[in-house]
């Protein structure tokens, strides 16, 4: 309601969101809850976390971390919050052997013979 106030009439919005106006003044001026507090302080080490782990933990491993921390959260809480800082696992990709060995086609020659001493400039 606080983003589009500007667009729309204060009186429509809180038909609209079924709020008093007083109601909504009195929440502009209210403090934020320990709930909210809480959440903050849990972003950060959430944050901290996904970076100490290279991004590679997802809430179930990322649970008993932070109860290590001495957070006492719910995993639940732990994925609503990540999905509001938008932090998102790295998969890990599968290996893809990308050299065929075992072909039919002619194999071209070692020049080289792991010679590495030139005797001239350009010759290897």
Request: aromatic residues 8%.
């Given at each position: ?66 109860i ?12 609503r ?16 052997a ?27």
């Amino acid at each position: 309601m606080k983003s589009v106030r500007l667009d729309y009439p204060l009186g429509l919005l809180c038909r609209v969101f079924d709020v008093s106006p007083s109601g909504f003044y009195a929440a502009l001026d209210r403090p934020p809850s320990q709930r909210a507090q809480d959440d903050e302080r849990l972003k950060i080490a959430i944050k901290a976390a996904h970076v100490q782990t290279r991004e590679t933990y997802g809430p179930l491993r990322l649970h008993p971390e932070l109860i290590s921390q001495g957070f006492d959260t719910g995993r639940d809480r732990i994925v609503r919050l990540r999905q509001e800082l938008g932090l998102r696992c790295k998969q890990k990709r599968k290996f893809k052997a990308t050299t065929n060995s075992r072909h039919g086609f002619p194999v071209a020659d070692n020049l080289l013979n792991q010679t590495f001493v030139p005797t001239r400039p350009n010759e290897v």
